[in-house]
């Protein structure tokens, strides 16, 4: 049951990880699901963008692409990369801190691991709601 936290190209260290990795392991808990080994590596826009166009053929910035090294039916195993510029610019958009945009991401790319989509309205609805919740039980 591991979690650990990267940084490529970049010099990033998450603020409290001990901290972070016990709110993560606790969603996957109430979300019924195990957890094997999770990566997050924290990177440039430049970064995150070859890894779009590379594995998924898309030719744009996003915060987040989450690779899950799971078969179905086993317990989480992935990699969540995470461009720290983006998180940056979301916070800024959306009228919230680092911490709080930097944190609905992390747990974003866990609800992708355990199942949820966010292609169609209804399910981005429901992801919305789920990271609501979730980022509430932060301490």
Same mark, same amino acid.
């Given at each position: ?23 993560? %392991? !606790?969603?996957? #808990?109430?979300? *019924?699901?195990?957890? &094997? /080994? ?9 970064? $995150? ?38 998180? %940056? !610019?979301?916070? #800024?958009?959306? *009228?919230?801190?680092? &911490? /709080? ?9 866990? $609800? ?28």
């Amino acid at each position: 049951m591991a979690v650990r936290f990267f940084s490529e190209e970049i010099t990033f260290k998450i603020a409290h990880p001990r901290k972070t990795t016990s709110w993560i %392991k !606790e969603v996957i #808990k109430k979300e *019924k699901g195990q957890l &094997d /080994e999770l990566n997050y590596i924290f990177c440039s826009d430049k970064y $995150l963008l070859s890894i779009n166009q590379q594995y998924l053929k898309h030719n744009t910035l996003t915060d987040i692409i989450t690779f899950s090294n799971a078969k179905k039916g086993q317990p989480i195993s992935g990699d969540i990369y995470i461009s720290i510029e983006r998180v %940056k !610019e979301n916070a #800024k958009q959306f *009228k919230t801190s680092f &911490d /709080e945009e930097l944190h609905r991401v992390i747990i974003h790319g866990i $609800l992708h691991l355990l199942g949820y989509k966010d292609k169609k309205p209804d399910d981005k609805a429901l992801m919305r709601k789920k990271e609501e919740a979730y980022l509430s039980l932060r301490k």
